[in-house]
């Protein structure tokens, strides 16, 4: 059986990596017969409706799932072989008791009420014997049509039509559900629910399953993994933040409210059972039980931009003295730079020790576009990429999102210096002042700024 996936035309690098993902989670195999994380659709064959069902109980990249009946390439190739589908093996939702209603959706071209009455009544040959329902129908149908890339020169006829029968839709409402306009407690960074799903779906939670976010922050990739059965769990070195003591990132906002907290937010979408808590600490000194205990490792690291990279230590010389023992108790210890590097490494290695075999760790590595390259994504003898996502940040930077699974192997972590100068080179096309002009040549000749060894040297100088 055929079905067609229709997604949302947003964070199209994620939509194959979190089919992989759900297929290994949930035991459905995928056999691809349109795989495209550029086309609006994918569509799969499949033994039954239950797998295809089964895919969209956890997607978010999914909008709807049809049962393909057919398709073509114009409106008489369509017409041609939606004539020669076999209705009466369909018979049951056709029949007279049956209510229906025809969506009718299109890609890059809007289609006027007139114009979709147009192609259902086009369809008047297919056997549909109940009565029409538009607002409770039993069974829906889906017309879609697809009309290219390029809005400034749309085809004179669709460059694909396809319809089918509504198999049911994916985990949108979960977005609208976990959205941060309506959250207790956020911060600066919080991650939006959309992407904080789908790193959920890349890790593989599951009910049961522990996952542990070691640079939690607000919770935000915490809340997602609940939301989908996780048993999660986090650490911070900011105790200001995981306390609701910094300042409010809302406007207009001008305290925190009381009752702000962590919790809070678990309390608020019901998820309080799946919560283990958090607790303040360094990560560079992992307070973490150092054995294989976790399912999943989902965390979006600082980057020394909108917050800063620290870890417990100092530059002086303590051999000789040590801290009166009446401090002790509200003694806050000293801090310096953690560099992305470093903390990458820590992140791979704890990672390794960490994860119960097959278990999975998904992180954001921010890099500066034009230094990356595959050969250069960090690596661990004891983890497999399983995924390589990127989201462009601007015309200079873009975060990558890494999806490994651990596999047999010991060993540390190898991770380039020259794709973790991203707080370095963060600020270059600023200093250079590079005229929008430029700007856009070179974006359009090498999809970055392509900036020279020599440039980044003049431009460090000015920053």
């Given at each position: ?64 799932c049809l049962h393909l009946w057919a398709e073509g390439n114009s409106y008489q190739e369509f017409h041609t ?383």
């Amino acid at each position: 059986m055929l079905f067609l996936f229709w997604c949302v035309n947003e964070h199209q690098q994620f939509r194959l990596a979190e089919f992989e993902s759900l297929s290994c989670l949930l035991d459905v195999p995928l056999v691809w017969v349109f795989r495209s994380s550029e086309h609006p659709w994918v569509i799969l064959d499949m033994a039954s409706q239950k797998e295809a069902v089964r895919i969209i109980s956890r997607s978010i990249s999914v909008k709807y799932c049809l049962h393909l009946w057919a398709e073509g390439n114009s409106y008489q190739e369509f017409h041609t072989n939606l004539r020669k589908f076999p209705f009466q093996e369909q018979a049951k939702w056709l029949s007279e008791n049956i209510s229906f209603k025809v969506h009718v959706e299109s890609f890059n071209r809007k289609i006027s009420v007139a114009e979709q009455l147009e192609k259902i009544e086009s369809l008047s040959y297919i056997p549909l014997q109940g009565p029409v329902s538009l607002n409770s129908p039993q069974v829906t149908f889906s017309y879609f049509e697809f009309h290219g890339f390029d809005r400034n020169n749309l085809p004179e006829e669709p460059l694909k039509i396809m319809f089918g029968r509504l198999v049911g839709e994916g985990q949108r409402e979960k977005i609208t559900k976990l959205s941060i306009k309506k959250r207790k407690f956020i911060g600066n960074t919080t991650m939006d629910p959309q992407l904080s799903l789908l790193m959920a779906n890349l890790g593989a939670v599951a009910a049961g399953r522990v996952v542990l976010d070691p640079f939690v922050g607000t919770g935000s990739l915490l809340v997602a993994a609940a939301e989908f059965g996780g048993l999660v769990l986090g650490g911070d070195i900011d105790y200001l933040t995981l306390h609701a003591r910094t300042r409010p990132s809302r406007v207009g906002q001008k305290v925190r409210a009381e009752d702000e907290s962590m919790v809070a937010n678990f309390e608020q979408y019901g998820l309080t059972s799946q919560y283990l808590g958090v607790i303040a600490g360094d990560f560079s000194q992992s307070p973490w039980r150092d054995q294989p205990w976790l399912d999943c490792v989902v965390t979006d690291p600082p980057y020394g931009i909108r917050e800063g990279t620290t870890r417990v230590g100092t530059e002086k010389d303590f051999s000789t003295t040590s801290i009166p023992e009446e401090y002790l108790d509200t003694h806050v210890p000293e801090k310096v730079a953690y560099t992305l590097q470093q903390l990458v490494t820590d992140l791979l290695n704890f990672s390794a020790r960490s994860l119960r075999v097959g278990g999975r760790l998904v992180y954001w590595l921010p890099v500066i576009r034009q230094n990356y390259r595959p050969d250069r994504v960090p690596s661990h003898p004891g983890l497999r990429l399983v995924a390589d996502c990127e989201q462009v940040l601007s015309s200079h930077t873009s975060r990558r999102l890494l999806v490994m699974e651990r596999v047999e192997g010991e060993g540390k972590a190898t991770v380039s210096k020259e794709l973790t100068m991203f707080k370095e080179q963060f600020y270059l096309p600023v200093a250079g002042n590079i005229s929008r002009k430029e700007r856009k040549e070179r974006i359009k000749e090498h999809g970055h700024l392509n900036l020279s060894e020599q440039e980044i040297q003049q431009f460090t100088k000015q920053l």
